[in-house]
């Protein structure tokens, strides 16, 4: 990609805190949280908006930790809606209830997307730290249906949930959902931590795909499933984010600049940090965003690849976790010399059974409202 080609980011994901009242395993973000006193202000997330907006970018994300847990966030939303932005609230449902969804919904959200852990406390409980996370979920889906937002179900699969796709699906036509993803865990973050805990056997894996085709041929026209593997079980590595700085721009709680959620752990690179750097300084001319956009920075066989603008060469980030270095290749690939060892690992750890989970640990600062 060469300078000329490159556009401003399709949608900013801000991750307005890393608070949040669940605990979750799987967690993908840093093992480093920043603690609500490092929080941008509710100022500078404004300040942040206007920029996006002023670059052309046309969704934003409220994400975290959960960022029902900023009390800002209906300020937030009404002036993303007033500078013209598609909002998506990325939540858990937890914190939601009747007079909180009003507020949002008069802010002008325009979409929520909602987790679950599965359908049975039983499961869900163990994975999330959260007791009574399934009913309060299932009264944040009522909720957003009754008010009429735009809505996706995201079902989050580990090796303790895999066996309820079928439920999880069922409930989902049953409440007339049009967009559902399952999606795997990616292991980042304090996820990583607890991959061999989570990761699903190849089996499950067989399984669940199957049931996708089928789901989906089911329900064609009435509900889209988005499906997520795995990345370890892949033989072709994804396009993570669509490409490196190509289309998404993520705002840490504290400012920090990425062009992905797990970036800050490429300590090689230095990235901005708002207000000190404007979004457009980052995005047009920080060598960090520079880096790996494109197909100049590619090793061979990335370079000489018929993939190589569809994958963009898979995951940096991964690359880093799993071979050591970013430089080389994804090691999800097939090409890469360390493939068969990520495959072999995977199989490995998916055979361990009950290995006990690590729940997310918060400091005091990191949870108080
Ligand atoms: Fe950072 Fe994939 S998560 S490049």
């Not at 805190?17 to 100022?43: G, V």
């Not at 499950?204 to 509900?223: H, I, N, P, S, Y």
Request: proline share 6%.
């Amino acid at each position: 990609m060469t300078d000329t080609a490159l556009t401003p980011p399709l949608a900013v994901l801000l991750e307005l805190t890393h608070r949040c009242p669940l605990r979750c395993a799987y967690c993908s973000n840093p093992l480093a949280l920043t603690p609500a006193s490092a929080e941008l202000s509710t100022a500078e997330w404004c300040a942040i908006l206007d920029e996006a907006a002023e670059m052309g970018m046309l969704q934003v994300h409220f994400s975290g930790g959960e960022p029902m847990a900023r009390a800002d966030l209906p300020e937030l939303v009404a002036h993303a809606s007033r500078l013209g932005l598609y909002s998506n609230l990325i939540t858990s449902g937890v914190l939601l209830n009747e007079a909180k969804l009003a507020v949002l919904a008069e802010a002008g959200l325009n979409h929520v997307q909602l987790s679950f852990q599965g359908l049975d406390e039983a499961v869900a409980e163990p994975l999330s730290g959260f007791k009574g996370g399934v009913a309060k979920k299932q009264a944040a889906l009522d909720l957003v249906q009754a008010a009429g937002l735009a809505l996706t179900l995201n079902f989050v699969i580990t090796r303790q949930n895999a066996h309820e796709l079928d439920a999880m699906l069922s409930y989902a036509e049953a409440r007339g959902i049009a967009r559902v993803e399952v999606a795997n865990t990616q292991y980042y973050g304090w996820g990583l931590q607890n991959r061999a805990a989570l990761i699903p056997s190849e089996a499950q894996l067989d399984t669940m795909t199957a049931l996708v085709t089928e789901w989906r041929e089911r329900v064609k026209g009435r509900m889209v499933i988005d499906y997520v593997i795995p990345d370890y079980y892949a033989r072709r590595p994804k396009a993570c984010m669509g490409g490196w700085a190509q289309r998404f721009l993520n705002v840490m709680p504290d400012g920090t600049l990425l062009p992905c959620h797990a970036a800050q752990t490429l300590t090689h690179l230095d990235f901005p940090r708002f207000p000190a750097s404007t979004l457009a300084e980052a995005w047009f001319d920080s060598p960090a965003f520079a880096a790996y956009r494109g197909t100049a920075w590619m090793p061979e066989p990335c370079s000489g690849c018929d993939n190589k603008e569809k994958d963009w060469g898979g995951c940096r980030c991964q690359a880093l976790a799993l071979a050591g270095d970013a430089n080389t290749l994804d090691p999800v690939c097939e090409r890469s010399p360390k493939h068969e060892q990520v495959v072999t690992l995977a199989r490995r750890e998916a055979q361990l059974g009950d290995v006990p989970l690590q729940l997310r640990r918060f400091s005091y600062a990191m949870t108080e409202a």
